[in-house]
């Protein structure tokens, strides 16, 4: 006897999921819960967030501005997509407007996810390839336990690798390359003993 088909989760069962600290994001239909993470991610999620926002926020009148800069935004990619990146940025000419309503459908401009232990491979690999696959022009991934950087530039259907840095580094990197960041600043400082 044939198995059934599977039903593809949709937005409208995100809103059904229980309010219980977790994060839920669905994956090619599939709902996924993420424990809340580690307090070094939210740090280097705040302080990216914290570098980014002065400069690039629309009133500001630094080098960038231009952006909505969203922490942990509802964002719907595809019908049975639906993520909420660490960090996400839209340039106000493709979207004008603030986002009153939730989930966002207009992907990204950028997007930074913050790596856990425990999912590394899913942003490395499967929001990585979504992300692509959904016009996301640039990629970063900050690893709160390695202390590093990475950032990625769509290219050709492929993702481009911009560099990678670390502690000491202050690279000035696209999309955001009219400031420099002192990437060993977005993590917690390292106890002596």
């Not at 937005?11 to 809340?36: C, F, H, K, N, V």
């Not at 580094?169 to 009219?178: G, L, M, Q, T, V």
């Amino acid at each position: 006897m044939p198995e059934a088909a599977r039903r593809l989760a949709t937005w409208e069962d995100l809103l059904a999921m229980p309010d219980d600290g977790r994060t839920y994001e669905i994956l090619s239909g599939q709902i996924e819960g993420l424990p809340r993470p580690l307090p070094r991610h939210g740090r280097s999620q705040g302080q990216l967030y914290a570098r980014l926002s002065g400069p690039f926020d629309p009133g500001a009148e630094g080098p960038g501005g231009g952006w909505w800069l969203i922490i942990e935004p509802d964002v719907r990619l595809a019908p049975h997509d639906v993520v909420a990146p660490d960090l996400a940025g839209w340039r106000r000419e493709r979207m004008p407007v603030f986002p009153e309503t939730r989930p966002i459908d207009l992907a990204p401009d950028w997007v930074c996810e913050i790596v856990s232990p425990r999912d590394g491979g899913r942003d490395r690999v499967r929001k990585a390839d979504l992300y692509l696959r959904s016009s996301v022009g640039f990629y970063w991934i900050l690893d709160p336990a390695e202390r590093t950087l990475e950032a990625f530039s769509a290219h050709e259907g492929a993702w481009l690798r911009l560099g990678a840095w670390t502690e000491g580094d202050s690279p000035r990197i696209p999309p955001f390359e009219a400031i420099e960041i002192g990437v060993g600043g977005l993590f917690p400082p390292i106890l002596q003993d």
